[in-house]
T-cell receptor, first 112, second 115 residues
Framework: GQQLNQSPQSMFIQEGEDVSMNCTSSSIFNTWLWYKQDPGEGPVLLIALYKAGELTSNGRLTAQFGITRKDSFLNISASIPSDVGIYFCAGTQGFGNEKLTFGTGTRLTIIP | ETGVTQSPTHLIKTRGQQVTLRCSSQSGHNTVSWYQQALGQGPQFIFQYYREEENGRGNFPPRFSGLQFPNYSSELNVNALELDDSALYLC????FGRGNGYGYTFGSGTRLTVV
């Protein structure tokens, strides 16, 4: 099945550093979402974006919905140990209860 | 308010066998979606159930089937298991009409290993 292209695949950073990851698609999406998944758990929603060009923040997290509707990025500022995990972007192409198409994931590791 | 619960948490089956996975939706939710997450990959949409009927299906063969019950809980059935079916199976519940992904709540998943 289709998966969105997410980069980088993995990141190794020190605590306090800022993080940036992005997600691209060959198809247009009308909603972009960013999830975090911890080991042994399901994905948890971090930020939802509904409008092209929209920039939304949730605490130290900021995400943007690309103007072309084919990309999105997520920034995390001043990383802390609990930021460790796998981050997934996801998109839906319609409105209402549409299926989520997920990215391939970015694994974030914080080096002590 | 209870979240999404899935059972069992882990399962080992032999190739060719059949398996049933269960999901209880979050209180107030009436729609259930199932996703397959292979190791190192993002989740892939299998299907969604609303009003006890399939309401959208991903690129999965007919041996993947489901049910939704009047209390909105759901089952995922997989027949003739193959080694590639080994994955984490995630259930997500939502309230129909308030989707766009924002209203989804995921369970912790069932880890299925086919040997």
């Amino acid at each position: 099945g289709q998966q969105l292209n997410q980069s980088p695949q993995s990141m190794f950073i020190q605590e306090g550093e800022d993080v940036s990851m992005n997600c691209t698609s060959s198809s247009i999406f009308n909603t972009w979402l960013w999830y975090k998944q911890d080991p042994g758990e399901g994905p948890v929603l971090l930020i939802a974006l509904y409008k092209a060009g929209e920039l939304t923040s949730n605490g130290r997290l900021t995400a943007q919905f690309g103007i072309t509707r084919k990309d999105s990025f997520l920034n995390i500022s001043a990383s802390i140990p609990s930021d460790v995990g796998i981050y997934f972007c996801a998109g839906t192409q319609g409105f209402g209860n549409e299926k989520l198409t997920f990215g391939t994931g970015t694994r974030l590791t914080i080096i002590p | 308010e209870t979240g999404v619960t899935q059972s069992p948490t882990h399962l080992i089956k032999t190739r060719g066998q059949q398996v049933t996975l269960r999901c209880s939706s979050q209180s107030g939710h009436n729609t259930v979606s199932w996703y397959q997450q292979a190791l190192g990959q993002g989740p892939q949409f299998i299907f969604q159930y609303y009003r006890e009927e399939e309401n959208g299906r991903g690129n999965f063969p007919p041996r993947f089937s489901g049910l939704q019950f009047p209390n909105y809980s759901s089952e995922l059935n997989v027949n003739a298991l193959e080694l590639d079916d080994s994955a984490l199976y995630l259930c997500a519940s939502s309230l129909f009409g308030r989707g766009n992904g924002y209203g989804y709540t995921f369970g912790s998943g069932t880890r299925l290993t086919v040997v």
